[in-house]
């Protein structure tokens, strides 16, 4: 099992510029999350979905978009990047709320 | 008050040393706790989950304190592989459904 997969690793974007992240997992969690991570602050939750065809947002969705088609697949869209937007960004999934979740390896954004 | 907190060290202890982190919670209805591991610029990896009876697996104890609101992870015999970056993750009510909240995470540095 490859568990939780991410693509790409590494993207760099002009401010202004779009970009798809892709989260993939094997595992037939219905739960899975975005989060990006900066220096100093713990990870913070972008959106969340609870199952295919369901989305919800996290605490910092703002310039965030997010789409759950198929249950083993969670994307997560910037639509105009900003300088803001740099950060790493993890995806994760769950079995529920209450189970331990995991994580992909992560996409290294930098926006100039 | 964080939500979680955890001290963000480092601590710097040598080979074969016993060293212990806390991780202090807000809210009394949290459900779940976790301890991840997490490498320089690699994913968080689950440690383990804290039961309210308190776990062990190999060197490492994770402990559960409800009245207190904290949990605590010890690692035994302490080797350099252990040098990481542990989070606290604690699952918590918030607008009628439940929510990972992640400390900052504390550094181990085990030193040869």
């Known amino acids: 099992n490859a568990g939780v997969t991410q693509t790409p690793k590494f993207r760099v974007l002009k401010t202004g510029q779009s970009m798809t992240l892709l989260c993939a997992q094997d595992?037939?969690?219905?739960?899975m999350y975005w989060y990006r991570q900066d220096p100093g602050m713990g990870l913070r939750l972008i959106h969340y979905?609870?199952?295919?065809?369901?989305?919800a947002k996290g605490e910092v969705p703002d310039g965030y978009n997010v789409s759950r088609l198929k249950k083993q697949n969670f994307l997560l869209g910037l639509e105009s990047a900003a300088p803001s937007q740099t950060s790493v960004y993890f995806c994760?999934?769950?079995?529920?709320?209450?189970?331990?979740?995991?994580f992909g390896p992560g996409t290294r954004l930098t926006v100039t | 008050r964080k939500e979680v907190e955890q001290d963000p060290g480092p601590f710097n202890v040598p080979e074969g040393a016993t060293v212990a982190f806390n991780c202090t919670y807000s809210?009394?209805?949290?459900?779940?706790f976790f301890w991840y591991r997490q490498d320089c610029r690699k994913e968080p990896k689950l440690l383990m989950s804290?039961?309210?009876s308190g776990n062990e697996d190999g060197r490492f104890t994770a402990q559960l304190n409800r009245a207190s609101q904290y949990i605590s992870l010890l690692i035994r015999d302490s080797k350099l592989s252990d040098s990481a970056t542990y989070l606290c993750?604690?699952?918590?009510?918030?607008?009628?459904?439940?929510?990972?909240?992640f400390g900052t995470g504390t550094r181990l540095k085990v030193l040869a």
């Open positions: 994760a999934s769950s079995y529920s709320l209450a189970y331990e979740q995991y």
């Open positions: 595992m037939n969690h219905e739960y």
């Open positions: 979905s609870v199952g295919e065809g369901t989305t």
């Open positions: 809210n009394s209805a949290s459900q779940s």
């Open positions: 804290v039961y309210s």
């Open positions: 993750v604690v699952n918590m009510p918030s607008s009628g459904t439940y929510k990972y909240i």
